[in-house]
């Protein structure tokens, strides 16, 4: 897709992969509508991107609430009439064993991870429609792949999105629609601090943007995984299960994302 005057949508545009992806967009010709709950930061980056020439359009909006994806929609329409490209980013973390998370974390976290992709997505699909062009990126992430001990429910809801992105793929693209999950690795941003891993484990957010925005420029569809290597382990994880599972429990004991007790 040629970004220049393409109207894209980023929800989690306050922080981390949203803002820096929002401000890479707006960079390539973009007009960005900047959705999350934090207006005010929204309000200083649309502000920024306009200072450099840019298009921005900042609303407020919890992807947990119908009502206010509903009215995101309904502001982008009234603004730009369409949307060419979904960029469903909010999320939060769900870690620590599944024991220890109340029903309410539960929740949260589907809510915020899953059930808000679904629900921005069913709500922005009929703009795309109409105009049999789109491009739908839902970021995921590894764990969307790789099942992870101590982030059980986090890994659910990113199956769950993985999962909806590729079947949604072959639904739309005979549409006109691409769907893309990317999948990120460990990258250090406010939500997902990552500071009891190696350095070495841990990627700049910036990197994560810039494949989202490759994504839509190259019309990649229906995975991909930053770093793209990552992929691989899907082999083995499919071929070699016993010797796959060996490794993950060796793995995360080394890491410290298991309690010794859980070790077997
Ligand atoms: N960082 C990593 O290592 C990593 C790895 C794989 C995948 N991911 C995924 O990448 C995405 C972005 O995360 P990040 O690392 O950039 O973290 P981040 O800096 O904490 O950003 C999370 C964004 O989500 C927004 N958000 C949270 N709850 C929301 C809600 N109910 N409604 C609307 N917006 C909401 C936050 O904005 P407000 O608080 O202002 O609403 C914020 O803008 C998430 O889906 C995460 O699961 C991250």
Not at 68 to 76: E, I
Request: charged share 25%.
């Amino acid at each position: 897709m040629d970004l220049r005057g393409a109207v894209a949508v980023v929800t989690g545009a306050s922080s981390g992969f949203g803002e820096l992806t929002s401000r890479m967009l707006a960079k390539e010709g973009a007009a960005v509508v900047l959705a999350a709950r934090r207006a005010e930061r929204l309000e200083a980056l649309a502000a920024e991107i306009e200072g450099r020439g840019g298009r921005a359009l900042a609303v407020r909006c919890d992807v947990t609430e119908v009502a206010d994806l509903q009215g995101l929609r309904d502001r982008v329409d009234e603004a730009f009439g369409r949307c060419d490209v979904l960029i469903n980013n909010a999320g939060i973390p769900g870690g620590g064993r599944f024991e220890d998370l109340s029903l309410e974390q539960i929740e949260q976290v589907i809510r915020v991870n899953l059930l808000g992709v679904l629900v921005c997505t069913k709500v922005f699909l009929p703009m795309m429609l109409d105009r049999q062009r789109g491009h739908i990126v839902n970021v995921g992430s590894l764990a969307g792949r790789y099942a992870a001990p101590g982030a059980s429910v986090y890994s659910a809801s990113k199956h769950g999105v993985v999962a909806f992105s590729e079947a949604l793929y072959y639904e739309l693209a005979p549409r006109g629609i691409l769907v893309t999950s990317v999948n990120p690795g460990f990258a250090a941003t406010e939500g997902f601090p990552q500071g009891r891993l190696p350095s070495a484990l841990v990627m700049r957010a910036d990197r994560v943007a810039r494949v989202i925005v490759d994504v839509i420029k190259e019309g990649r569809a229906p995975e991909v995984s930053v770093p793209r290597g990552m992929s691989l382990w899907q082999a083995f994880r499919v071929l070699t299960p016993p010797l796959y599972r060996w490794g993950v429990r060796t793995a995360t004991g080394r890491l410290g994302t298991t309690p010794a007790k859980s070790r077997r």
